[in-house]
């Protein structure tokens, strides 16, 4: 990656997204692609029906190796997060939340257990924090941040034969599985809802391997604005909106990632930061929830929009919001008082000045197409 003019970082792949027609624009520190000139819409329905491919090249791919044995890194990658470390098998990838002493969440990333060493995927806005944290957090372990991959997502129902044709034996793959397929690294993840995968790719492979991907019938180039839609549809979190460091794991209804070994009464229960918060919450229910809301009519009640229940009391706030084009529909999710937090709901959200209806209902608005 090289420096612009204007202080941005260059993607290696920067040459082909300005041949494709990207509209290129700054984003976590990067010179990104939005939108190609088939814009948002059309590529977020694409990716839902065919195949779309996004460059995420920014996101912080980074190697932990044990100075010691493996269940010593274990631990210690275990101690950051309310997360099952060691339960994780060879092969497979988990989503990980670091918190700190307060319970509020750092980052969420994606990790995966490669036999002698993990392999961890961060957010970008978070990546310098992330390895710092990292390094002073786990002195028994080698921090080795990857600055020569670029990282590809390949999403939706086309995915499977795109990938396939290129790396035979990935269809056998299933979701939150982890492959190193000679120097490609392939995990079938990603953040759209869909099926699809994240391939790390040697910077020298990855134009050749991009352009062998959109030369096969189905697959398109696709930015980030589909990206942020198709993963507000599937009910998914976008760090420094919808979680950040005052947000807890159970506010944010992210308890599904929190493993049983956590829990109270788990094998390893606590003994990560903010603990104490976190296992209240588990126990006791947070003071406001993370919940998906359907604005009525056809106006987006976007990021910031102030909540309010029936009488005027003032409930919570929107942290994405927009419109969802695979379901033809303004969608949001936000923070709302626990009262105010079961399905159904009736809230106002306040748009311009104005009071207008906004329902209180279940994530996410998209089914997922995981394969299980």
């Not at 034996?169 to 120097?183: E, L, Q, S």
Request: charged share 25%; aromatic share 6%.
């Amino acid at each position: 990656m090289a420096d612009l003019d204007d202080g941005l970082l260059r993607l290696g792949l920067h040459d082909l997204h300005t041949e494709l027609g990207g509209k290129m624009v700054p984003f976590a520190g990067y010179d990104m692609p939005v939108q190609y000139p088939d814009g948002v819409l059309k590529e977020h329905l694409h990716t839902r029906a065919a195949a779309g491919l996004f460059d995420v090249s920014h996101m912080g791919q980074v190697i932990l190796r044990p100075k010691g044995s493996m269940d010593d890194l274990k631990r210690a990658f275990e101690a950051l997060m309310p997360v099952d470390v060691l339960g994780l098998a060879e092969g497979r990838q988990r989503y990980g939340l670091f918190t700190n002493d307060q319970g509020g969440i750092l980052d969420d990333l994606m990790f995966t257990n490669r036999g002698d060493h993990l392999y961890v995927v961060v957010n970008a806005a978070c990546k310098a924090a992330d390895i710092a944290h990292m390094t002073s957090g786990m002195p028994g372990v080698l921090v080795e941040p990857v600055t020569d991959r670029a990282l590809l997502a390949l999403q939706g129902p086309g995915a499977e034969a795109a990938l396939e044709a290129l790396l035979p034996g990935v269809a056998a793959m299933r979701f939150m599985d982890h492959r190193v397929i000679g120097d490609i690294w392939v995990s079938r993840s990603g953040y759209t809802g869909e099926d699809g995968f994240e391939i790390s790719v040697p910077d020298a492979q990855a134009e050749a391997f991009a352009r062998k991907h959109l030369a096969q019938p189905g697959v398109a180039p696709i930015g980030l604005g589909a990206r942020d839609s198709l993963r507000l549809e599937a009910g998914l979190c976008l760090y420094g909106h919808d979680i950040d460091t005052t947000t807890s794991p159970v506010e944010a209804n992210l308890t599904w990632a929190l493993q049983k070994a956590r829990r109270a009464g788990g094998d390893r229960e606590g003994g990560y930061p903010g603990a104490t918060r976190i296992l209240r919450e588990l126990a006791d229910g947070p003071e406001r929830h993370r919940v998906g809301l359907r604005p009525e009519g056809r106006a987006p009640m976007r990021e910031g929009v102030e909540l309010f229940a029936q009488d005027g009391t003032p409930v919570g706030r929107v942290t994405s919001g927009g419109f969802g084009p695979s379901v033809n529909a303004p969608i949001a999710m936000g923070y709302v008082a626990r009262a105010h937090a079961a399905i159904g709901t009736q809230l106002m959200g306040e748009v311009r000045g104005k009071r207008l209806p906004v329902t209180v209902t279940e994530l996410p608005f998209q089914p997922t197409t995981y394969k299980r």
